[in-house]
C-alpha cells in the first residue's frame, strides 16, 4: 500500500495516492502517534477537477507499532449521512433487513435505512451512560425477523464505551456495528473502537471544529472499503459555489448570534414573526434541507477539504488539532455545579462521582449540554430561566427519540422518550 506518509510510526491519518487503505500496527484502534494523536491529513490534490472524484480523498491511517498490515479503508466524505449511504450501498443487506439504532437519532439516519429497503429499528438507551440498553438490544433483536447491524450514536460529546456494546451486539448477535461519533470529536486521536465495522465523525456547522460540513471515516472491512470506493469515483464533484454559499451563511449566522447587540435584534425580529429562534436557528444551518438522497451522492470540492485540512491538523501537519481546552473546563465546571442539585440529572454523567468527569475529560466535548428535569414540569423550568434571561431552550439540533416501525411488535424506547419529554439544554458553549 502506498501512502504520501513518511513513517510508519507518526500516526498519521494521510491522505492516499489511491488506494485509501488503512495501514493498522496494533490492535488498539486508535489513530495516534506515540503522544495517542492522530491526524488527517492530505496529498497536493484532495479533489479532483474533473466531473468525479476518482479515488480522491481516500485517507490511509497509520497507528503506532513496527509492523504495516492493511486493515481497512479510510474516507473523506461530504457528511456522516452521505458515509452511511455508502456503507449501506456497499454491505448490500438484503431488504427488508432491520438495522438496529440508538433511539436518539436525527431523522434523516432513519430515511437513509428505508432508502435502501431497510427497517430502522430504536433501540432504548441508558441515561447514566447514554449507551445502548443492553436488555432492550436484546429484546429488540428477539422480535427481529433479520436484523443485521447496530448503529451507536455518542451523543452530546460524550463516548460511549463500546466494549459491552460489541460484547454483545458483534460477538453474540453477530451484528455489524456502525459508531457514529459525528457529536464526539475531540482530536484525541480516537478512531473508534477495533471490532467496529464503519466509524466516522462529521465537522458539520454547529460542531465545535467544523468544517462547514464533511466528514473523516474509516471501513475496516477492506472488500465493503473497496466497494465504497468504486461507487464514490461515480459521484460528481460539490460545486464550489455551493460549498462557498454554505460558508457564508455560517460565517454571518455566527457573527450574528455571538454578539449580544445583533443577537437580542435577531431574536426579537424572528419572534415578531411568530416563530421561535432556536428552531429557526437549527433550519437554516441543516447541511440537507430537501431532496436528501441526491444531494448526499456528491464528493467534497478541493476547497472543502483544504479546510478540512487546515482546521483539523496542527500547523506542523503531523498532529491533529484538539479543541479549545475551555470547552472541557467550562463543560466539567457546570458538571460539578450541577450534579449536586436535586431532581435535576446529566445524561451521561455519573451524578455521584466528580473523579468520573476528570478522568473523561479528554474523551467529553461538551457539544451540548443537556439536562433531564425532574422537579418540575419542563415548561416551568424553562419559563423561570428565561425570565432570569439565561437562553434555555428545548431543541439545539435534530436530534429526536425514533419511533418504532408503525404498527409492528418491536417495543417502545420508553427510557429514550421519557428523557426527550424532560430535556433542556443550556447555553453553555
Given at each position: ?5 513518511s ?5 498519521v491519518v494521510?491522505k ?23 491526524v ?10 474533473g ?13 503506532s ?5 492493511v ?12 458515509m ?13 433487513s ?17 432508502h ?16 445502548p ?7 429488540v ?8 447491524a ?18 454483545v451486539a ?31 465523525y ?8 467544523t468544517?462547514f ?18 461507487i464514490?469515483?461515480?459521484?460528481p ?10 460558508v ?5 449566522l455566527s457573527?450574528l ?7 437580542g ?39 472543502h ?16 488539532r ?10 466539567n ?7 449536586h ?23 467529553n ?14 415548561r416551568?423550568?424553562l419559563r ?11 431543541g439545539?439540533?435534530q436530534?429526536m ?12 424506547a420508553?427510557?429514550?422518550?421519557e428523557m426527550m419529554?424532560r ?7
Open positions: 500500500s502506498s501512502s504520501s506518509s513513517s510508519s510510526d507518526d500516526g494521510n492516499s495516492s489511491d488506494d485509501g487503505a488503512v495501514n493498522k500496527s496494533s490492535d488498539d484502534g486508535v489513530v495516534s502517534s506515540s503522544s495517542d494523536d492522530g488527517v491529513n492530505k496529498s497536493d490534490k484532495s479533489c479532483s477537477d466531473d468525479n472524484g476518482g479515488d480522491d480523498g481516500d485517507v490511509v491511517v497509520h497507528t507499532g513496527n509492523s504495516n498490515s486493515v481497512s479503508g479510510g474516507f473523506v466524505t461530504l457528511s456522516a449521512r452521505s452511511l449511504d455508502l456503507y449501506l450501498q456497499a454491505a448490500r443487506f438484503p431488504a427488508g432491520e438495522v438496529l439504532l440508538s433511539a436518539l437519532n436525527i431523522p434523516d439516519m432513519a430515511v437513509i435505512l428505508r435502501h429497503k431497510l427497517v430502522p429499528v430504536p433501540v432504548d438507551v441508558d441515561v447514566g451512560s447514554l449507551a440498553d443492553l436488555g432492550s438490544l436484546r429484546r433483536h428477539a422480535v427481529c425477523r433479520r436484523p443485521v447496530l448503529l451507536v450514536a455518542h451523543l452530546w460529546g460524550k463516548r460511549v464505551d463500546m466494549e459491552p456494546v460489541l460484547a458483534k460477538r453474540q448477535l453477530g451484528l455489524a456495528v456502525i459508531e457514529d461519533l459525528a457529536e464526539a470529536y475531540t482530536g484525541d486521536g480516537y478512531a473508534g473502537h477495533p471490532d467496529a465495522d464503519l466509524v466516522f462529521s465537522f458539520g456547522s454547529i460542531k465545535h471544529t468544517t460540513g464533511g466528514c473523516v471515516a474509516l471501513v475496516r472491512q477492506p472488500h465493503i472499503a473497496e466497494r465504497v470506493r468504486a464514490r469515483a461515480k459521484y464533484q460539490q460545486s464550489s459555489a455551493e460549498w462557498t454559499g454554505k457564508v451563511k455560517g460565517v454571518v457573527l448570534i455571538n454578539n449580544p447587540y445583533t443577537l435584534w435577531w431574536i426579537r425580529s424572528i419572534r415578531w414573526t411568530g416563530r421561535d429562534h432556536h428552531d429557526t436557528f437549527v433550519r437554516l444551518l441543516r447541511g440537507f434541507p430537501d431532496n436528501l438522497i441526491p444531494r448526499l451522492r456528491h464528493n467534497n470540492c478541493d476547497g477539504v483544504d479546510l478540512m485540512h487546515a482546521r483539523l491538523l496542527t500547523d506542523d501537519g503531523l498532529r491533529p484538539r479543541i479549545s481546552p475551555w470547552v472541557w473546563h467550562t463543560g465546571f457546570m458538571v460539578s455545579m450541577l450534579r442539585l436535586h431532581g435535576i440529572r446529566l445524561p451521561g454523567v455519573d451524578m455521584t462521582s466528580g473523579a468520573v468527569v476528570a478522568r473523561n475529560k479528554d474523551s466535548s461538551h457539544w451540548l449540554f443537556p439536562l433531564v428535569i425532574d422537579c418540575m414540569p419542563r416551568t423550568f423561570r430561566l428565561n425570565r432570569r434571561r439565561v437562553d434555555a431552550y428545548r439545539a439540533s436530534l427519540c425514533l419511533p418504532p416501525p408503525a404498527a409492528s411488535v418491536y417495543p417502545v420508553e427510557r429514550a422518550h419529554d430535556l433542556v439544554y443550556l447555553p453553555v458553549h
